[in-house]
Every structure is written in C-alpha cells, then in structure tokens.
C-alpha cells in the first residue's frame, strides 16, 4: 500500500514568533493580519480562550488585556524564510514533496516500507523541531484526505510526539467517529450544511453512507472524498498543483483613506505587486478588477462597495501596462464622501506567459518591457521590496500600522538577533 | 559567421569559485546570525558589534560558546554542564559565572560556530 504524509506546522506564524522569543513558549500569543484588522493565528493559550480564527482584533482587546495576550502583526518576511527552512528539509528527507501552502506539505512516502513510517514520522517531526525550531504534526495515511486528519490528531494529542501514522480499518473509523465532518479536507460549507441537516456531525457518518447515496447527494468531489476516507487515493501528487487561475492582493487600511490620492498609491502598489507575482509564476493575466470598499463594521459611516473589472487585449505581467489600467479603473468607481477602510487588486483569466496571443494592434514593445520588468525585479529581490516602484506608489509606510512587528531576523542585516553578552 | 576566438586553456580545469557561504553555513535550515551587544566575553576575543553565526542544531558540548535563554533574555557563554546545574562563564573579570539550574527559565538556543569581525 502506498503511502502519503502531511507535515503542518503547528500555529505556524505563532510558532515563528516563538523561535525569537522563547519566554512566549507556555504564553498565549496571537497573530494579526496585515495591518492589524484581524487575528490569523493563535497559540492553543489563545484557542483556549474562545478567541476565534478571523475575529477582529478590536473585538479581543478585552480579553488580550485581561490573559496578558502578546500580539503581533504579520511578519510575512519572517515567516516566509521559516517556511523555506521546514520545507527544504522535507525535500531533502522524502522523495517528493507539494507544497500546499506556507506551512504545510505533502509528501510522497511511495517507496518506504510500512514499518519504518512512524519512526520516520517521529524523526522528522523532532528534527524540523530542533533545527528550525518551529513544532509540526507529520500525519501519515493511505489518501492525502485521510493524512490531513491524521496529522490533526497529533496536534489533539502531544503524546503523539508530532507523528502519527492511521491505516487499519479499525484505527481509521475510531478516529473519524470523533473528527467533525465539517473539518474534513474537501467539505465545504454547502456540503456541510446538507449533512448536519441529515444529522450527519461527524466524518464516520460520511464514510459509512453507501456510495450511491454518496454520489446523488455531492456529485464527483464527494464521492472523491468519500473514497479518500475509505483508503482509496483519488487525489495524486500533481492535482493541486495545477496553475492558479487568480493572483489577488487586497489590504485593510490602518486608518481610513478619504481622497483618491491615498487609494491611488494603495492601489498602484497593489497592481505593483500582483505584476511581480505573474512574472514570478511565469504568468499573464487577461483580466484585472479593482475593489475599494467602506468599513462594514462601522454602524454609523455610509457604506460603499464598488468593483472594476476590465480586459487587456493581449494578456500582460507589466507593472506599467497594468498600473495604468488599474488608476482609470479607480478613476470610475471612486466617489467622495466615503471613507474607505480595504482596497485591492486581482487579477483572472490567468496563461501561462509562453502561450500568450499576440495582437497586431498591440502597440507596447513587450520585449523590451520584458527586460525592464526583468531588471525591477532583480533589484526589489536583492535590495528589498520597493526599492525601485513606480512614482504613484508614494512612500511605502502611509497604509499600513505595523506597531507590533517583530523583527526580519532572517532577512535583513540590520534586523538579526541581539545578543547581550 | 562563428566567432569563435582562442579557446582559453583553463576551460578545462574550471572549478567553482570559493563561496563562504557554503563554508560557513553548513545546514542552512539551521543557522541563524546574530549580533553581539555588550563585552563580558572580551578575553575570548568576542567585541560588541561582531556577528555570530549559530547553528541551532549542533549538540551543546561542555566548554562550547552557547548563545543561551535565561530568565527571559539571550546571552553568550561557555556553558559548562554540571549535571543537575550548568555554569554559564563569561570571559571578562569584572563578570561572574551564572549558575543556571531547575529555577531558572533556562535553554540553549544554539551553539556558536563562527565569529565574523570586522578589522
């Protein structure tokens, strides 16, 4: 039986923050989202205390006064370096592995014999813990949907020690006796819905329904996660991994932007960095939307929602190309009188860039912007980001709080640990 | 038309060129840098503003520079294992030894592997 693991990494950017400061170790701590608007992580002090995952910050600050919460805003620098560091040894440990998203991967345990796997587990789970310093659960399972639950168990269970492997029949319907069906990878919310109003609260219920049931009520991607959780792999190595049909960058504003002036920086930084991330992907976009929208929280200020969507006639990565077209999209939803607390900018109809059309009306010198893109990318990448951005950018500091950020202790020199000694 | 020029004599002795890097971070997932503040361990040549390069997963042996976790603060020392306490010594008279033991918030958070200075 061939079989597939899920490293997590447990509270990830709670776990980051921790590695730099380790009195926060037995310490509730929590994360904010960029510019502080809502909580994105929580250590399990925190979960401990009813805060929910999303709620915004200004609803816990009772609750952060009253525990002695430590809080932080978003380190993305941080942790995107931590998340290359678990990652690389994941890949230097397993054959193949996916990289799900920052702080998970799959990985491919073809090849190993079933004895060995827990002790691998546990290995590698000690060992991410001692040389990154960052804690994770390696669940390992026949089917990627059944190693997700497995690597939630060891976080249920410590004496687990970050490792559990789940394949006997009789393991695997214990186990998902007690795990909520809504968390089960692949069930979203309608799906959710349909079976709580069946009664159906836990992921056994699911598994034991025929098949046929199974297949009437949620279609193909049901049926999918129904045979995952019976041990037969309907989702492969390469399936999640198919091109992102959507780059979006969007920001709550740390105080409210009134004039067009201030949503035209946000925005051309917005449009700035969605270009980069194309380029990156070796993608184009056909499509581009701009967003701005009103404090919904706010009782007492008029509310305002407005999206621009609009199409290129040659799908582009060009910052300026895309800049321009994105401050004409502003120019047409924009209204006076609003106070606007969250902008942004996305990006649909994604090609990969080689499969590009051209057009004989195209009037831009795309190779020649090519190069120059090349070359602001180049320079933000060794420089830091923004170094060279375009003038309508304005300073970089205007739209976002940022007062309680850590330290980029592993990418910037002027930022590395202080040692007294 | 080729240009194709004199072929250079070195093309087949061509080696990587030295990168300090590689040298001196030997498991990347597990150095980490940081900057000395302060001068307790003076006479084992570590000046205020030197940089140290850390591996987090290195075994803390008896004598070894530690950068190490106490009551809340990191610091540098030899660390010397006594047992059921450590000795964390400083290499400056005017400093004394700390005594580390169950009553302290206390970890070795890495072992020093190399000093960068400037001169």
């Known amino acids: 039986m061939p079989f597939v693991g899920l490293c997590d990494c447990n509270n990830f950017f709670v776990s980051c923050e921790r ?29 401990a205390l009813g805060i929910k995952m ?46 799900y998203s920052i702080d998970e991967a799959f990985l491919n345990l073809d090849e190993m014999p079933l004895e060995s796997l827990q002790p691998f587990a546990l ?3 000690a060992r991410i813990r001692r040389e990154v310093g960052i804690p994770v659960s390696i669940g390992i399972s026949p089917t990627k949907t059944l190693a997700k639950i497995a690597s939630k168990l060891c976080k249920q269970y410590p004496a687990l020690k970050g490792g559990c492997l789940m394949y006997r029949t009789q393991d695997v319907e214990k186990v998902l006796g007690r795990f909520p069906v809504s968390d089960v990878w692949g069930i979203g919310r309608r799906s959710n819905a349909k079976l709580q109003a069946m009664g159906i609260t836990h992921a056994l219920g699911l598994y034991n329904m025929p098949r046929e049931q199974v297949n009437y009520l949620f279609n193909l991607p049901g049926l999918r996660t129904w045979k995952e959780l019976h041990g037969e792999p309907c989702i492969g190595f390469e399936d999640v991994q198919s091109d992102r049909q959507t780059v979006c960058i969007s920001r709550s504003f740390a105080k409210e932007m009134t004039t067009l002036e201030e949503l035209d920086a946000a925005i051309s930084t917005f449009t700035s960095k969605v270009a980069e991330k194309l380029r990156a992907h070796g993608q184009c976009a056909q499509q581009l939307s701009v967003f701005i929208l009103t404090n919904r929280f706010r009782e007492d200020a008029p509310q305002n929602y407005q999206i621009k969507t609009t199409l290129f006639d040659v799908a582009t990565d060009d910052t300026l190309e895309m800049s321009e077209r994105a401050a004409l999209s502003l120019r047409q939803i924009f209204k006076s009188g609003y106070a606007y607390k969250k902008a942004g900018v996305m990006v649909t109809r994604l090609m990969p860039k080689r499969g590009v059309q051209s057009s004989m009306l195209d009037n831009i010198d795309r190779t020649r912007r090519a190069s120059l893109m090349e070359a602001i990318d180049a320079i933000n990448k060794t420089e830091g980001n923004y170094t060279v951005r375009l003038a309508s950018q304005g300073e970089m500091d205007q739209f976002s709080a940022r007062t309680m950020t850590s330290r980029r202790f592993t990418t910037r020199w002027d930022e590395i640990i202080d040692v007294k000694v | ?73 990191f610091t540098l020392k030899r660390y010397l294992n006594k047992g059921d306490y450590a000795i964390l010594m400083p290499a400056n008279k005017a400093y004394k030894p700390i005594r580390v033991d169950a009553d302290n918030q206390f970890a070795i958070w890495g072992v020093v592997k190399y000093l960068v200075k400037k001169v």
Request: aromatic share 8%.
């Open chain 1, 123 to 125: 290995n590698l789970s």
């Open chain 2, 1 to 73: 038309m080729v240009h194709a020029g004199f072929p250079s004599p070195a093309e087949d002795f061509m080696d990587v060129a030295l990168d300090l890097n590689k040298e001196l971070v030997r498991n990347p997932s597990s150095t980490f840098f940081a900057r000395v503040k302060g001068d307790s361990m003076i006479d084992d040549g570590v000046n205020d503003g030197d940089m140290l390069i850390i591996d987090k997963a290195a075994e803390p042996v008896d004598g070894c520079l530690a950068v190490c976790f106490v009551d809340g603060e």
């Open chain 1, 54 to 99: 999303g709620t915004p910050f200004y609803q816990a600050r009772d609750l952060v006064r009253r525990h002695n919460i430590a809080v932080f805003s978003s380190n993305y620098q941080l942790y995107g370096d931590m998340s290359q560091r678990v990652m690389n040894i994941l890949r230097k440990a397993v054959p193949g592995i996916e990289v």
């Open chain 1, 19 to 47: 590695v730099f400061r380790p009195d926060l170790e037995h310490r509730p701590v929590m994360v904010l989202s960029n510019n502080d608007g809502c909580i994105v992580a929580r250590s399990n002090e925190v979960k």
